[in-house]
């Protein structure tokens, strides 16, 4: 199941967080929100307005562009080659019914999550 983009975000400002030595409650002072606000972001549970996702952002010294691209890189990860492949088989179907593998100036196709996630922040 793809996970929603709120649980891709908040995976993301939870990880920055413990990789910066954080605590969940200097996080939150900073960026002026209650721990309990902030927890419930981490987990997933609450969709934060685009001028909280800066708050939170700058209170762990990212900008929002870098904050939101954590978020797509480990949404990339999460789904892996699986997705990329299943991609790849749906995608290489070519309309003469062939499945296109004589050609070999293909490109490599983008994770579609990722790219939507970078077009939104972009």
């Not at 996080?27 to 307005?49: D, F, N, W």
């Not at 939101?68 to 949404?75: I, L, P, W, Y």
């Not at 699986?82 to 088989?89: D, E, P, Q």
Request: glycine content about 8%; charged content about 30%; cysteine-free.
């Amino acid at each position: 199941m793809t996970k929603l983009w709120r649980q891709m975000l908040g995976d993301a400002i939870r990880g920055t967080r413990r990789e910066r030595g954080e605590r969940l409650v200097d996080v939150a002072e900073t960026a002026g929100i209650s721990p309990q606000y902030l927890s419930e972001i981490e987990r997933g549970r609450k969709e934060p307005s685009s001028e909280m996702v800066e708050a939170v952002a700058e209170a762990l010294g990212l900008t929002t562009l870098d904050l939101v691209r954590r978020a797509a890189d480990e949404s990339a990860s999460a789904t892996g080659p699986t997705t990329t492949s299943r991609l790849a088989s749906v995608t290489s179907l070519r309309s003469d019914g062939s499945d296109g593998s004589d050609r070999t100036d293909r490109p490599e196709r983008p994770d579609r999550t990722r790219a939507s996630v970078l077009a939104l922040a972009g």
